[in-house]
């Protein structure tokens, strides 16, 4: 099983922004570093200058100049290349975030990621902001339930007479005869 680790898109907080420096020339020379094809890196790696990948890098490069990654070398993790980016024809570059100034990919290489590209500055990191200390936590008094109010008592309802007048019909008078009765006369 394989496990997944994550790394801060941010520079540490210790760490403060370097101006990029003229033509990343230092005693007339200019300043680069190169991992060779049996170096590997896991971790991050700040670079005032320029940058050659040939080994193995799994974690975060930045470089204020170029990033050349050649001779088969592979980076996995986010590149930050403030003036160009070359990924070589042998090279595999898998990425999160890949911020450049310029991006050249050679036929025959790898390249997975989303790209940024512009003049990127160096920017201050976000001060980190010390934890509020946890107060206490205080006695809370229970809030007092409503009660509703009582409901009026309902009236009584008072009858009233309704006289309909109704309209007469004249009396039928019954077809059959009625039969005599039978018995005393008085």
């Known amino acids: 099983m394989f496990g997944w680790a994550t790394l801060s898109t941010r520079r540490p907080a210790s760490r403060l922004p370097t101006p990029v420096p003229e033509d990343h020339v230092s005693n007339g020379q200019r300043n680069s570093v190169v991992l060779g094809p049996k170096d590997r890196l896991v971790g991050q790696l700040f670079i005032e200058g320029d940058l050659r990948v040939a080994g193995t890098v799994e974690g975060e490069l930045e470089a204020t100049g170029d990033i050349e990654i050649a001779g088969g070398g592979k980076v996995n993790g986010q590149v930050t290349a403030y003036n160009r980016l070359v990924v070589g024809r042998d090279a595999s570059l898998i990425a999160g975030d890949v911020r450049v100034g310029r991006l050249t990919v050679e036929d025959g290489a790898t390249f997975s990621g989303r790209v940024s590209m512009g003049k990127h500055s160096v920017e201050a990191p976000k001060p980190v902001e010390a934890p509020k200390p946890v107060e206490a936590p205080q006695a809370i008094e229970p809030e007092p ?34 039969t005599p009765q039978k018995g005393k006369r008085r």
């Not at 009236?155 to 309704?162: D, E, I, L």
Request: no cysteine.
């Open 145 to 178: 339930i409503p009660v509703p109010e009582p409901t009026p008592e309902p009236q009584p309802v008072v009858a009233t007479k309704v006289v309909v007048a109704q309209q007469s019909k004249p009396i039928q008078k019954p077809t059959q005869k009625p």
